[in-house]
Nanobody
Framework: QVQLVESGGGLVQAGGSLRLSCAASGRTFSGYTMGWFRQAPGKEGETVAAISKSGGSTNYADSVKGRFTISRDNAKNTVYLQMNSLKPEDTAVYYC?????????????????WGQGTQVTVSS
């Protein structure tokens, strides 16, 4: 089992940047595919990015491709989401998630463990 704690959310103006971090407990972090998911009020949630266990492969939702970058540091048990060129529609609670499987799925139901989330608000 893995426990996840997100940080780095906040308020930023449109066009700005934020970096989210997700710290994982346990010594088997490298055994999990990791993803970032977001949920905005009144909107369907979406997984915006996923990264392989080694960090060598990534997958992104079309809505964030070219603006967001997911990365991980297995020595620090941490996964990151660098968000650039932020838009008001990126406003949401962002969650990191972990899954034992290898496939870089963006389907949230495929993830086994979830953090509690961090709020990102982008003002226009």
């Amino acid at each position: 089992q893995v426990q996840l704690v997100e940080s780095g959310g906040g308020l930023v103006q449109a066009g700005g940047s934020l970096r989210l971090s997700c710290a994982a407990s346990g010594r088997t972090f490298s055994g999990y595919t990791m993803g970032w998911f977001r949920q905005a009020p009144g909107k369907e949630g979406e997984t915006v990015a996923a990264i392989s266990k080694s960090g060598g492969s990534t997958n992104y939702a079309d809505s964030v491709k070219g603006r967001f970058t997911i990365s991980r540091d297995n020595a620090k048990n941490t996964v990151y989401l660098q968000m650039n060129s932020l838009k008001p529609e990126d406003t949401a609670v962002y969650y990191c998630a972990a899954r034992r499987g290898t496939f870089l799925t963006l389907a949230p139901e495929e993830y086994d463990y979830w953090g509690q989330g961090t709020q990102v608000t982008v003002s226009s």
